[in-house]
Structures are given as structure tokens and as C-alpha cells.
């Protein structure tokens, strides 16, 4: 087995912080772009994976997938329609059906493919018929994606019903701490999706994402991102090549901006993160003992975990050896549990990406 060339990822080492105006702004100094408690670090390098991919957003706006409910919590179902490949990101939101839900794993729906399985979790509880004018038998839209880490190890590698919906809950009851008002909807109170819609929501995670959007404008070979909340590392995200990380940054973007936003104390103190503590991270993921699965046809998913992470490495195997997507996420402040399938009830080995940390 190869060594892992992850790290052969470059480092932005830019610094953006807020400069106290009502729209926020950006100052240059040497760390990683910052604004008040995220801080994101630019992950750039040369494309593994020449093949284009549609995003599931960009797939149902252009109504090429049809994504079916089948009556089952733990499972959808998909037709493409196009002579496109479909890269669907585990924890992508869909909404509407009989209940919203997210996507449990990765997967690549090859061009014509129809009836394709899709893991999945509810988002929503109780519900479970059309919502307003929505349809109960498909799925409209796919606009946000899971939106802290606890949600993403929830339904990732706990694969625990259960689990999601408590940190759906846990979610909702910050965040109004938060905004000072309540931000479930009365449509449907348990729904992740109508709370992410909620505009006091929106607007606190967009002034997250205005400031620091700028750090990726303009550059053409940004394959992912990392992040540190309050001073830790939380999750970094990288993706096979520059294209599709591009289609997918502003939705990864906001849910590190949700997390940050849930997290944030103005009377906290913390150090600026540094380039040094991400690089340590990210080479002690990787020594982690491998396991590997077949998650879907052509599709493998490659896991390691240490006491700190849980790497979770997904292939499209038709497409090359390289990294389709990788996630590593800190388990600093989570409690998780083995991995099983018994979430979806109800309801390997390590691939390489041209990259390093310099």
C-alpha cells in the first residue's frame, strides 16, 4: 500500500478577520483565513480525477435525477435521467417526500441509471405525507447538506437513526439560544431543512460566509477546505478535483458556518490556529487501521480511526484510484459509538490524492 499524498495539499495561509462593520470584511495577516470563531485553511493541489461530475443540486435544478421516496425511512430511490455522471455527497439534504432526509454515504450514479438504492436518514419526525403543495412521492431540491460534525458522524459512520434526530434537536435548541427566538418552523418543527430556511438562521450564517468567501475567489486549483472552530480543528474535506469541490464550496462553506455559529461565545478566548496543528492532524488520520467497503456499484469507501479522527475516503472506482472525496472529522467533544447498519433499518483500504501540507 502506497504512503497516503493527501498532504501534498497546499496550504492558503492568508488571514480574513472581521473588522467590526455591519458587512463584513477582510485584513491579510499570515494564518489561515479567519472570522470571528471559524477558521478555514485552503487546501489546493493538482486535479487525481479528470471525470466531470453533476452535483446532486445541480441535477435535480436541471431536472436530469428523479429522487423517489419508496416508503422506507432508510431508503430512496434514483433515476438518472442523463448522460451525465451524478456525484450525490453523503450528507445531502433532500426535501420534501414524506419526510426530508439526508444522504448516508457517497455515491455516483453512472449516466441512464435507474432505480439506484440510496441510503438515507429523516431529518424530520411524525411527518409522513406531503408536506403544503410538495409532492410525497419525490423530492424537490437538494440546497443544504448536514451542518455540524456531530450530525456527519451521526449519520456517517454511527449510522444511527436515533443519534441524527437527537442532534437535529440539539441543533435547533442552540441555535435559538442563540437568535433569541424560536427557529422551528410551524410547518414542521422537527425539519432540519425548514430550519436551516429560517431567515435569522440565514442571516448569521451568512455573515460567516460573506466575509469569508473571498478567500476562494479567484483560484482555480482549490480542492477542499479545513476548518477549526473556537481555536480546534473540526473537519477537512477534500475532493478529487477542483471542479467539483467548486460546485460544492458554498454548501460546505454555510455548514461550517452553521457549526461555528452554534459554537460561538464573543467572552471566549482562543489561539489562532496555525498551519502546523493542521498538518499534524491530518498525517495522524492517516494512521489509523484501514477497513474497506463496497458501498454501491463501483463505489468504495475506505475508513480509518484513531483516538482524534475518523477519516472516511471514497472512491468511484471506474474512475481512477484517487480519492473521489475524503472527510476527516475530530472527535474532540463527541461521543460515538461502533459502527452499524442498524440506522438504516430504521427509518479497506486507503486510496491517494496528490497533495500535501507545506
Known amino acids: 500500500m502506497k504512503k497516503s499524498i493527501l498532504m501534498s495539499a497546499l496550504l ?85 417526500g414524506r419526510q426530508d432526509r439526508t444522504i448516508g454515504e457517497d455515491i455516483v450514479l453512472a449516466p441512464g441509471a435507474k432505480k439506484v438504492p440510496l441510503k438515507s436518514f429523516c431529518v424530520e419526525q411524525s411527518r409522513w405525507s406531503s408536506r403544503g403543495s410538495e409532492s410525497a412521492a419525490v423530492f424537490s431540491s437538494s440546497e443544504k ?64 460566509v460573506n466575509a469569508l468567501q473571498p478567500a476562494f475567489d479567484g483560484k482555480n486549483d482549490v480542492l477542499g477546505f479545513a476548518f477549526f472552530i473556537n481555536g480546534k480543528i473540526s473537519t477537512v474535506e477534500t475532493f478529487g478535483n477542483a471542479a467539483l469541490f467548486k460546485k460544492l464550496q458554498k454548501k460546505l462553506l454555510e455548514a461550517a458556518a452553521s457549526e461555528a455559529f452554534e ?4 467572552k471566549l478566548k482562543f489561539e489562532t490556529p496555525v498551519r502546523a496543528a493542521l498538518k499534524t492532524f491530518m498525517e495522524q488520520a492517516e494512521q489509523g487501521v484501514e477497513t474497506a467497503r463496497q458501498t454501491a456499484t463501483l463505489m468504495m469507501e475506505y475508513t480509518k480511526k484513531t483516538d482524534s479522527s475518523i477519516l472516511l475516503r471514497s472512491v468511484n472506482t471506474d474512475a481512477g484510484k484517487a480519492a473521489l472525496h475524503t472527510s476527516i472529522y475530530s472527535t474532540d467533544g463527541l461521543s460515538t459509538d461502533s459502527d452499524s447498519d442498524s440506522g438504516y433499518q430504521y427509518g479497506g483500504r486507503q486510496r491517494n490524492v496528490n497533495r500535501v501540507v507545506r
Open 12 to 96: 492558503s495561509l492568508t488571514c480574513l478577520s472581521a473588522c467590526g462593520q455591519s458587512t463584513p470584511t477582510a485584513t491579510a495577516s499570515s494564518s489561515g483565513y479567519t472570522y470571528k470563531n471559524l477558521t478555514i485553511f485552503l487546501i489546493q493541489g493538482k486535479d487525481e480525477l479528470s471525470r466531470n461530475y453533476l452535483t446532486l443540486e445541480e441535477a435535480m435544478k436541471q431536472k436530469k435525477i428523479t429522487l423517489h421516496e419508496t416508503g422506507s425511512v432508510g431508503e430512496l430511490s434514483v433515476d438518472n435521467s442523463s448522460s451525465e455522471h451524478v456525484f450525490i455527497m453523503a450528507g445531502d439534504i433532500v426535501k420534501g
Open 263 to 266: 459554537q460561538y461565545d464573543e
Open 145 to 208: 447538506t448536514l451542518n455540524n460534525k456531530a450530525l456527519k458522524v451521526a449519520a456517517r459512520t454511527e449510522k444511527s437513526q436515533d443519534k441524527v434526530w437527537k442532534e437535529v434537536a440539539d441543533y435547533q435548541a442552540k441555535a435559538s439560544e442563540k437568535v433569541s427566538a424560536e427557529v422551528k418552523s410551524s410547518t414542521s418543527p422537527t425539519s432540519l431543512q425548514l430550519t436551516l430556511e429560517n431567515d435569522k438562521i440565514k442571516g448569521s450564517i451568512s455573515e460567516y
